[in-house]
């Protein structure tokens, strides 16, 4: 490649993504592809900007710059202005929902919208069937991207037929691998002792969806015609199926070994082995295998890696797989069908001028896929995207007016949230700072702090499990089997109060149930949960009042985010949003569009909850009606002076026909409407939620009727309320855990907002 004034060579290119020694796919491809653009040219410096799923990260190379945590949304914004200031004059992202934090990877935006030079986003996952947040974050990711690169046809095609992306705009590059002799198995099966063996292989990083078992299956019908095989399982277990499950799968597949009796004929590896380890496994082998499950897989660095070593192939007819095994470079079996397997591979075995055909067709082909011609067409693709920067400007990249860039977020401190947390749980009330023992515990500020709990888990904090742990503790013990319901007052002596807390202790413990089991990693939270949810949902349909209903609408979602096929959690959810749409209808007037006659506490969490759950069961009614609502109640609770946010005083509220109660004002309000206008951006896209969302939470912050901060910088926590002359200078569990949750919530959302 020449480089003249007219076409200057790119200098600096950062590559985004998993990266060595993680243990993962990503990692390897983006790694070898960093290294092949820096061997192709001399005169460009390559440095790679790895995502960490540990808090300790890696022992990186020196080739890492910088490192991104994958929950941490604040690092994301960092790394892009690392890039901006380093001379850095292109960007290439590999793209796979998992690696990025956020809903669906969402992280990832928040990085790309503040880039200014070129991006070339290589896609590994592009699903047929997307999901609302998927659909979202892979179109802006495109929109974003000056190039994408696929590494199938087929993914090409799902990205103009599903996405709406130019084919312009898309090129093919296939999947990278190393340039490795044609060579006989028997040169390397002596490394691992299996020297006159005729040897099958299955490698990668195991996880239930290999589908490993189904060859243990065909393996005693394929011993029974060659007794000399053996079959080879390389690969150390996924580090995130090990940390939920162990080693559960491995341990199967080993019980299912000796079941079939065919335990002297499976050797497990179970190692993440080199580059230089994995091609002399891969020479050893006969045959190579990959029985996967699901076919919704656009690519595939293993059968990339075998076919491209000259290895006779069988395959599931996953995605990749019917494409690169075309033309009889490989053979597919249905998914789940041992016998399919065990008769391909007797084929193959019986006919050796057969395999040896398929095998030099494979390799033939490979010869396109080798680094060094990858990461010429990279180049190319690179020289692409920086002519069209040149020539169009890219959405996105226009100077924000303050309105779309506001002030950043306060730091989260939790100083305070420990401070009122003991060995039992969160106490209730507060003496300025001092935590008072006299007030004791509820369950509602239990069930505060473990919603907190799951948002601080989603942003990394690494004190998330220890205070979920107490806290999903207290609201076990709250519960009253007996009944069916939470209890809610609790002496500082340990002594509960009565058998039965109010309907909103128990709407509030399943909300906060509801959103551990949506978003916790931590299957023993989960575990405790998933019990406590399922034994307290069908209370709610006994209890009268509607906020306890948008409570529990509002944790059932965050558990139907995870677990949507269950049916009664789903009927529930369908009659109590009913239950909202039916109070809606009978007492809404022209001047009063609300769902009850008076407007008391935490007022916005029934427009909230009639939102997400006409989303969810795809009611547009159930929407208008949550619009519209939430809509009214930003204009009551809005200053006719100023515009401030200014909520329901708690001193008497607004009754239909009455006058509203200017104070005292309560936290609790800030976050119930900093939530529900988070929603309704979500499924809207209307700025003006966005900004409404961000005025409730100025509230906070001094913006409201006396000019005073709410919020202590000091300690994190956050004043009791304002009273007409002064803000309540005691720090209790609910107003601290209610400026939480709106900080968490607004930093979860900003790639959004």
């Known amino acids: 490649m020449q480089n003249g004034s007219a076409n200057p060579i790119i200098k600096r290119i950062a590559f985004i993504g998993n990266y060595l020694p993680r243990r993962c796919g990503i990692a390897t491809f983006t790694t070898d592809l960093c290294e092949a653009i820096a061997t192709d040219n001399e005169d460009t410096t390559c440095i790679a900007l790895p995502v960490n799923d540990i808090n300790q990260g890696y022992e990186y190379p020196g080739r890492v710059r910088f490192e991104l945590m994958e929950r941490d949304i604040d690092s994301y914004r960092r790394a892009a202005d690392f890039l901006n200031i380093n001379d850095v004059n292109l ?311 303050l309105d779309k860039h506001p002030g950043e977020l306060p730091t989260l401190k939790l100083d305070h949230l420990r401070n009122m947390t003991d060995e039992t749980g969160i106490l209730q009330h507060a003496i300025f700072t001092i935590p008072n023992y006299h007030e004791g515990y509820t369950t509602d500020d239990n069930a505060r702090a473990l919603i907190v709990s799951a948002l601080l888990e989603d942003v990394v904090n690494p004190e998330a499990f220890e205070l979920a742990s107490r806290y999903l503790a207290f609201v076990w013990y709250a519960y009253n089997a007996e009944t069916g319901r939470f209890r809610n007052f609790m002496t500082y002596q340990r002594t509960w109060l009565e058998v039965n807390g109010s309907d909103d202790s128990h709407g509030r413990a399943l909300w906060a149930l509801g959103t551990v089991l949506g978003r916790s990693r931590a299957k023993a939270l989960q575990s405790m949960a998933g019990w406590l949810f399922e034994q307290a949902v069908p209370a709610i349909l006994d209890t009268t009042s509607p906020r306890a209903w948008a409570f529990a609408l509002i944790g059932i979602h965050e558990y139907l985010r995870r677990f949507a096929g269950d049916r009664r959690a789903s009927q529930v959810q369908e009659v109590l949003s009913h239950r909202l749409l039916d109070l809606y209808k009978r007492c809404r007037s022209d001047d ?128 009791d309320g304002l009273h007409p002359d002064r803000p309540n200078e005691n720090l209790g569990a609910e107003s601290t855990l209610a400026f939480l949750q709106s900080l968490l919530e607004l930093r979860l959302a900003e790639n959004t907002l």
């Open 592 to 719: 009063w569009r609300w769902y009850e006659n008076e407007l008391t506490y935490c007022n916005a969490v029934l427009p909230h909850a009639s939102l997400i759950c006409g989303h969810s069961i795809q009611s547009r009614e159930m929407i208008e009606v949550g619009l519209e609502s939430l809509t009214w109640l930003a204009d009551v609770q809005r200053a006719s002076k100023g515009g401030h946010f200014v909520p329901i005083g708690s001193n008497g509220f607004y009754r239909k026909g009455g006058n509203r109660a200017r104070f005292d004002q309560q936290p609790v309000e800030g976050q119930a409407m900093v939530s529900a206008c988070i929603e309704a951006y979500r499924i809207t896209l209307d700025d003006k939620w966005r900004k409404e969302a961000q005025r409730a939470f100025e509230w906070f912050l001094g913006r409201n009727d006396l000019n005073l901060s709410i919020y202590d910088p000091t300690t994190g926590g956050c004043r």
């Open 91 to 401: 960007v290439c992202l590999q793209h796979e929902y998992g690696i990025f934090g956020g809903k669906a990877g969402s992280h990832i935006l928040a990085l790309m919208r503040e880039l200014r030079m070129p991006i070339v986003t290589t896609l590994h996952t592009i699903l047929a069937e997307p999901d609302v947040d998927q659909r979202r974050v892979l179109e802006e990711v495109a929109q974003l991207s000056d190039r994408l690169v696929v590494m199938s046809h087929r993914g090409k095609e799902f990205l103009s037929s599903i996405y709406n992306v130019s084919p312009d705009k898309i090129d093919f590059i296939p999947h990278g691998i190393p340039d490795v002799p044609f060579v006989d198995p028997s040169f390397h099966k002596d490394l691992f002792g299996v020297e006159g063996k005729m040897v099958l292989l299955s490698f990668g990083l195991l996880s239930s969806s290999k589908g490993i078992e189904s060859v243990i299956e065909a393996l005693p019908a394929i011993l029974a015609v060659h007794p000399n095989v053996v079959y080879m399982v390389l690969g150390e277990t996924h580090p995130h199926v090990k940390e939920v499950d162990g080693e559960a799968y491995r341990l199967s597949l080993q019980w299912l070994a000796r079941e079939r009796g065919v335990e002297a004929n499976v050797i497990f590896h179970n190692r993440f082995v080199s580059l230089e380890e994995l091609m002399e496994f891969i020479g050893a082998a006969d045959i190579y295998i990959t029985p996967y499950l699901n076919q919704a897989q656009i690519t595939s660095g293993t059968l990339a890696y075998t076919l491209g070593a000259g290895k006779a192939v069988i395959s599931t007819p996953y995605w990749y797989a019917e494409e690169l095994l075309a033309e009889e470079r490989g053979v597919l079996v249905p998914f789940r069908d041992p016998p399919a397997i065990a008769r391909e591979v007797i084929n193959l075995l019986n006919d050796e001028a057969k395999r040896h055909a398929m095998r030099k067709r494979a390799y033939m082909f490979g010869r396109e896929m080798t680094w060094p011609h990858v990461a010429q067409s990279y180049r190319e693709t690179f020289e692409r995207a920086r002519a069209g920067r040149r020539h169009f400007s890219r959405p996105g990249f226009t100077v924000k007016a």
